[in-house]
């Protein structure tokens, strides 16, 4: 199923001439509270807060075992490579991220449809939701680089055309997430500020910003303020763990530089009410494959 463009309010401006903060217009959780669901009332609340959720174990080992055997093998796939899904590091041009791979395995697209994923999804968008986005992340060791501080609704707003903060994503740990080996790190409370960034997105923008972040990043002096308004938190766990959190988070991850390779699986869902419409502050839409335009309800 796919939309045609239409006449929407851009309710957060972003790649103007100056930096701006702009208040959430948008709900954090859209179910109600009282919807049964894998999410308990609590956590629900926290999630609102905070603007994340951490669950110690999401997928048991054995499946652990699973899914790092698919990510092996994808990676290590010369056809895989090959592909313009496939983003490679810049100096080691080891691979870095392969997207869309929920299409390209069908061991990552049951996980998808798991309900302990989809359904926390569902519970937390109040509908039902598609996948805007999936993709492997390899970090091995010794020196593969970090994901700069960014909001991903700044990116999927302006280059992707996504109208509302109606999008949560989940970062599933398929090594252990140690307190050195490049986790990721988010500001609690930042989902609530919307940092619309200075400077125009240039055409094709992705093609280097998958690998380095330039546009859409906010300035020291923002994100200093941020910073000292909510303090940052780094999330360790075994593998297995998972990471909710939303869409505006302001979060990045550093280099790895130890021994100790980090990898995830990272699912974007959208809710089906919050299809793209066309970009609002970009030339151009992003490939299908970053920002999705198949907008069929995960089942």
């Known amino acids: 199923m796919t939309t045609t463009t239409t006449n929407v309010t851009d309710l957060y401006p972003t790649r103007g001439a100056t930096e701006v903060a702009t208040p959430r217009q948008d709900p954090v959780v859209w179910g109600s509270p009282d919807t049964p669901g894998p999410v308990s009332a609590g956590d629900l609340q926290s999630l609102d807060r905070d603007g994340f959720l951490a669950i110690d174990q999401l997928i048991g080992p054995d499946e652990v075992g699973v899914y790092q055997r698919e990510l092996e093998r994808l990676v290590g796939d010369p056809a895989i490579r090959a592909d313009e899904r496939s983003i490679v590091e810049p100096q080691s041009k080891e691979i870095r991220s392969v997207f869309e791979v929920h299409k390209i395995s069908e061991v990552f697209a049951k996980l998808v449809r798991d309900e302990r994923v ?35 609704f700044e990116t999927w707003h302006a280059e992707d055309g996504l109208p509302n903060m109606r999008t949560i994503s989940v970062s599933i740990a398929l090594t252990e997430n140690y307190d050195t080996n490049g986790g990721l790190m988010i500001m609690p409370g930042s989902h609530k500020t919307f940092l619309g960034c200075a400077g125009a997105t240039p055409k094709d923008n992705y093609k280097k910003s998958l690998q380095m972040q330039d546009a859409g990043t906010p300035s020291d002096e923002g994100l200093t303020k941020l ?22 988070c302001m979060h990045g991850s550093g280099d790895n530089i ?9 699912i974007v869902f959208n809710s089906v009410e919050n299809t793209a419409v066309e970009p609002f502050a970009a030339p151009i839409r992003r490939p299908d494959f970053v920002g999705a335009r198949d907008f069929t309800p995960v089942r």
């Open 118 to 152: 989809v359904g926390r999804a569902r519970q937390i968008l109040g509908s039902d939701v598609y996948v805007h986005q999936s993709r492997i992340n390899v970090k091995p060791g010794f020196g593969a680089s970090g994901f700069y501080w960014h909001s991903d």
């Open 227 to 248: 910073a000292s308004e909510y303090g940052i938190k780094l999330f360790t766990g075994k593998a297995g763990s998972a990471t909710w959190f939303d869409c505006n």
């Open 258 to 266: 130890t021994p100790f390779p980090r990898s995830n699986v990272f």
